[in-house]
Structures are given as structure tokens and as C-alpha cells.
T-cell receptor, first 112, second 112 residues
Framework: GEKVEQHESTLSVREGDSAVINCTYT??????FPWYKQEAGKSLHFVID?????DRKQSQRLTVLLDKKAKRFSLHITATQPEDSAIYFC???????????FGDGTQLVVKP | EAAVTQSPRNKVAVTGGKVTLSCNQT?????MYWYRQDTGHGLRLIHY???????EKGDIPDGYKASRPSQENFSLILELATPSQTSVYFC???????????FGKGTRLTVV
């Protein structure tokens, strides 16, 4: 089955700097790549996604890049703020049954 | 706002006992999922369902059963709980197709 790997287990940045979280996947049939955020002690919620028919998607300070050839995708957060501190999970999905394969998560710490 | 409600939120069980974790969603979503989250392992899929009466095995189904008696309810059953099943369990719901999945707040299970 699909395997999603997140390269950074922790990432520390200064407030106002940019943060980049990188993920790779194994199955070329994956066509949907969502990102979820988990704040300390809370559940996960959706932040942004990208489909395989595009290679870039932006929503305010978040941008997702997809390189299908390299089977790699990344989340870019600009002008980081303390409230961006959380665990970010990348994921990949194959087909229409909505089964999602998650990476192990990246702990982002934004220091003042 | 999509709503997924898990109960109980916290549970202490004894080894060998039976544990039932309940999940209710009011989103009329066909798909429901049970994940467990452990440090270093991210989110791992235990069981999922495409609708009332259906259950499918995920990546780590051993030691767990699932039940989907209705569109709204999806239960995870540990017939003989073991300490290795101590974890945080998340239920989620979603529609078929590439759209976001909505998570419950999680159940912290401790098996002693």
C-alpha cells in the first residue's frame, strides 16, 4: 500500500520566518494530498490540500507544492506566527474511497 | 460545521476486559474511520466503513473489531484489551472522493 514519509520530525523557526515541511509518497496512483494540523492536546483539522492535476496551490500564508515526478510534496508557511505551532501531518489518498495514508507528523515550533 | 463526537473521552480499562469506543457523526457522511495515534507512529488506520453495515480492515486491525449499525454510528471494540492498546483513538468521517475528513476530539485509552 501507499507509504507517506515526512522528512522532518521537528522544525523550529523564528516568528516571521518561513517554514517548509517536506513529504514523499510511494504510490504513483495517489492523486490527492491533504494537510492536517494538530494543536497541542487537540484533534486534527484540515488546513489545505492539493490534487494531482495541479502542481501548486496557495491559501493565504500556506502554499502546497507537488512534484509528481519525484513523488514529493511540501507545505510552505510564510510569515510564521506563534499560533502556527502545532504538529502538521501530510497525507496521500488513492481513488475515490477517501482512504487516507498519513505521515508521522512534523512538530513545528515558532519561537518569538 | 461537521460534527464528529467520540465517547468516552477518557477510559481506563483492565487487561483482558472488553472496551467499546463509540463515534457519532451528524454529517451524513458515508465513510467513517478509526485511527490510533502513538508517538513516533503518526496516525494508523484500524478499521473503516463505507456505510451502514460495512466494515473494512485497515492497516492494524488485529485485536480490534468494528461495527457500523447505522449511518451515524461507528464503534471500535476491543474484546480482550491489552496494555499495547494504550493509545489515543480518533474517529473521523468523510464523503467518498477527495475532500477533507473531519475528526473527533479523540479518546485516550489506558489499559492497565
Amino acid at each position: 500500500g501507499e507509504k507517506v514519509e515526512q522528512h522532518e520530525s521537528t522544525l523550529s523557526v523564528r516568528e516571521g520566518d518561513s517554514a517548509v515541511i517536506n513529504c514523499t509518497y510511494t504510490d504513483t496512483a495517489s492523486s490527492y494530498f491533504p494537510w492536517y494540523k494538530q494543536e497541542a492536546g487537540k484533534s486534527l483539522h484540515f488546513v489545505i490540500d492539493i490534487r494531482s492535476n495541479v502542481d501548486r496551490k496557495q491559501s493565504q500564508r500556506l502554499t502546497v507544492l507537488l512534484d509528481k515526478k519525484a513523488k514529493r510534496f511540501s507545505l510552505h508557511i510564510t510569515a510564521t506566527q506563534p499560533e502556527d505551532s502545532a504538529i502538521y501531518f501530510c497525507a496521500a489518498s488513492i481513488g475515490s474511497n477517501n482512504r487516507i495514508f498519513f505521515g508521522d507528523g512534523t512538530q513545528l515550533v515558532v519561537k518569538p | 460545521e461537521a460534527a464528529v463526537t467520540q465517547s468516552p473521552r477518557n477510559k481506563v480499562a483492565v487487561t483482558g476486559g472488553k472496551v467499546t469506543l463509540s463515534c457519532n457523526q451528524t454529517n451524513n457522511h458515508n465513510n467513517m474511520y478509526w485511527y490510533r495515534q502513538d508517538t513516533g507512529h503518526g496516525l494508523r488506520l484500524i478499521h473503516y466503513s463505507y456505510g451502514a453495515g460495512s466494515t473494512e480492515k485497515g492497516d492494524i486491525p488485529d485485536g480490534y473489531k468494528a461495527s457500523r449499525p447505522s449511518q451515524e454510528n461507528f464503534s471500535l471494540i476491543l474484546e480482550l484489551a491489552t496494555p499495547s492498546q494504550t493509545s489515543v483513538y480518533f474517529c473521523a468521517s468523510g464523503v467518498p472522493g477527495h475532500t477533507e475528513v473531519f475528526f473527533g476530539k479523540g479518546t485516550r485509552l489506558t489499559v492497565v
